[in-house]
Each structure stands twice: as structure tokens, then as C-alpha cells.
């Protein structure tokens, strides 16, 4: 049974900081793209960034330079430290495990439940 269980999120003033855990089982965690997504009120679940077991990152351009993706393949865990953060960031922001198999031309993606982030003075 896959599991992604996020932890870090809550309420925190402009300009505040929160770091974001995902902690990920029953799947090889190695051969997964790690990333995170996050959905605005009354708006669409956008990609925030994502990370393969290389290193390779990608981010959005709302957040380039102020949200770091890391993880932590001894530990299946993947994180997202969320400096300078803004009202505009509010959002649920979910974990997601996504193993592309390239010979069969298809994806397999699994989801967390989602963390709520706030962001307000």
C-alpha cells in the first residue's frame, strides 16, 4: 500500500518560513519523481516543484528563489523549505510520487492527502 504522509503546514506571518515534509512507502522511492503541488482557493493544483532521485530540480516560476525541493532517498522523504513567503502562497499543498516508464510510454502517479498553508498577518 503507498503511502505519502505530509507534515509542516499551518499558519505563519508574511515574510515567515515553513518546511514541509513528505514521508513516502510502498514504493521504490529511487525510481520516483518527488514533488509538490499545492491548490489555491478557487484555483487549479499547479506544480510548485518537483526533484528526480538524481537531483535534477524544477520549479515554478512564482516560487524560483524563495522555495527549495530537497529529499532525503535513505529516509524516503522529500521536503520543501518555503522561505519569504507571501499571502499569495496560501494554498493546500500536496505531495506527489510520479514513476515514468519510459518503454511503456505511461506514468503512475500517487498523492498525499494535502497540508493546508497559510499565510496571513
Known amino acids: 500500500q503507498v503511502q505519502l504522509v505530509e507534515s509542516g503546514g499551518g499558519l505563519v506571518q508574511p515574510g515567515g518560513s515553513l518546511r514541509l515534509s513528505c514521508a513516502a512507502s510502498g514504493i521504490s522511492f529511487r525510481s520516483y519523481v518527488m514533488g509538490w503541488y499545492r491548490r489555491a482557493p478557487g484555483k487549479q493544483r499547479e506544480l510548485v516543484a518537483d526533484s528526480t532521485s538524481g537531483g535534477r530540480t524544477n520549479y515554478a516560476d512564482s516560487i524560483q528563489g524563495r522555495f527549495t525541493i530537497s529529499r532525503d532517498n535513505a529516509k524516503d522523504t522529500v521536503y520543501l523549505q518555503m522561505n519569504s513567503l507571501q499571502p499569495g502562497d496560501t494554498a493546500v499543498y500536496y505531495c506527489?510520487?510520479?514513476?515514468?516508464?519510459?518503454?511503456?510510454?505511461?506514468?503512475?502517479?500517487?498523492w498525499g492527502q494535502g497540508t493546508q498553508v497559510t499565510v496571513s498577518s
Open positions: 506527489n510520487a510520479k514513476f515514468v516508464d519510459v518503454e511503456q510510454g505511461r506514468s503512475t502517479a500517487y
